[in-house]
């Protein structure tokens, strides 16, 4: 990590309590970045070593990118990443928390000609409420427009839950765009340096561009949710039912370490109790 102020200016924390999206830029060092990209790159290239698909060949989803999760639990080498005390840290403060636990890292390799990532909240696909919960998006390579650069809705974090988006399908007749609550405002794309990071709220619409590049768009994010945060509806989710989270319940577990404040050594992952399967590891039903 970079001489980056551990304590955020009040601008950069207005303004993502403003907007639900702010970019802190310089965050990771050249060679801390090239690094952790190579250490995702093997496990991204690990996952995804059986499937010889041509992109157009895949599903409208993971024509949007190819996703990988929990690869902190997979690689000691991305560990670091996921588990970076310093980027746990700024998440705290923007969220306003004492303390955020570890929700889920994940790669989200655009590549070439991948289509645009549907517009979406991300807290209404979980069963969490409005808890608060932030995403790092970690791009490893510097992102302009023509890469697939994300976009968010400035101050939609405020409108609280919309209708779920089925990401999975290009043709969703619901585009959240267009739903009243945001009053016709339109995303703003933020191209973003590699060692900047895009920090954007769970309830913030956002959405990313096409890849119309030749390159692969590389980027992690890590989410943190407030280590305070209740289940609050049944609906099937892979940490909270690995660790026997009922509604109600405060989440907790090895599997959502606690990460700020910093823990004095990097967490260990639980036991991998899934298959593989693809680039994921599922719970077996
Ligand atoms: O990287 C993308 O294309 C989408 C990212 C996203 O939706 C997220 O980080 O919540």
Same mark, same amino acid.
């Not at 943190?224 to 109600?248: C, F, N, Q």
């Given at each position: 990590m970079n001489e980056f102020p551990l304590t955020l200016d009040d601008a950069i924390v207005n303004s993502f309590r403003d907007d639900g999206f702010v970019v802190t830029p310089g965050v990771l060092s050249g060679s801390d970045l090239d690094r952790y990209a190579a250490a995702v790159d093997i %496990? /991204?290239?690990?996952?995804?070593?059986?499937d010889d698909r041509e992109l157009s060949e895949k599903t409208t989803y993971e024509q949007s990118f190819i996703q990988c999760m929990r690869l902190w639990e997979t690689s000691a080498e991305v560990r670091p990443l996921s588990c970076h005390a310093g980027l746990a840290g700024i998440a705290a403060q923007l969220l306003g928390?004492?303390? +955020?636990?570890?929700?889920?890292?994940?790669? @989200?390799?655009?590549?070439?000609?991948?289509?645009?990532?549907?517009?979406?909240?991300?807290? =209404? &696909?979980?069963? #969490?409420? %409005?808890?608060?919960? +932030?995403?790092?998006?970690?791009? &490893?390579?510097?992102?302009? @427009?023509?890469?697939?650069?994300?976009a968010y809705v400035a101050g939609s974090?405020? /409108?609280?839950?919309?209708? /779920?988006?089925?990401? =999975?399908h290009g043709s969703e007749p619901y585009d959240i765009l267009q739903d009243p609550a945001l009053e016709?405002? %339109?995303?703003? &794309? +933020?191209e973003v340096? *590699?060692?900047?990071?895009?920090?954007?709220?769970?309830?913030? /619409?956002?959405q990313a561009a096409a890849n119309t590049s030749q390159q692969t768009r590389r980027a992690f994010t890590v989410v943190? #949710?407030?280590? *305070? *945060?209740?289940?609050?509806?049944?609906?099937? =989710?892979?940490?909270?039912?690995? %660790?026997? #989270?009922?509604?109600?319940?405060?989440?907790r577990g090895d599997g959502m370490p606690v990460l700020w404040p910093?823990?004095?050594? @990097?967490? +260990?992952?639980?036991?991998?109790?899934?298959?593989? =399967?693809?680039?994921?590891?599922?719970?077996?039903?």
């Open positions: %496990e /991204v290239a690990n996952r995804t070593a059986d928390v004492a303390s +955020v636990r570890l929700w889920q890292d994940q790669a @989200l390799y655009k590549e070439p000609s991948g289509r645009e990532t549907t517009a979406h909240q991300d807290e =209404t &696909f979980w069963p #969490i409420g %409005e808890e608060p919960l +932030v995403s790092a998006w970690i791009p &490893f390579d510097d992102v302009r @427009l023509e890469h697939g650069a994300m974090h405020k /409108v609280g839950s919309l209708r /779920v988006v089925d990401i =999975t016709g405002r %339109e995303p703003q &794309f +933020v340096d *590699a060692g900047s990071v895009i920090w954007h709220h769970g309830m913030t /619409v956002h943190y #949710i407030s280590s *305070a *945060a209740r289940r609050v509806k049944e609906w099937p =989710t892979y940490p909270l039912d690995r %660790e026997g #989270i009922k509604v109600g319940e405060t989440m910093a823990p004095k050594q @990097l967490p +260990v992952p639980p036991e991998l109790i899934g298959e593989k =399967t693809g680039p994921q590891y599922k719970v077996p039903k």
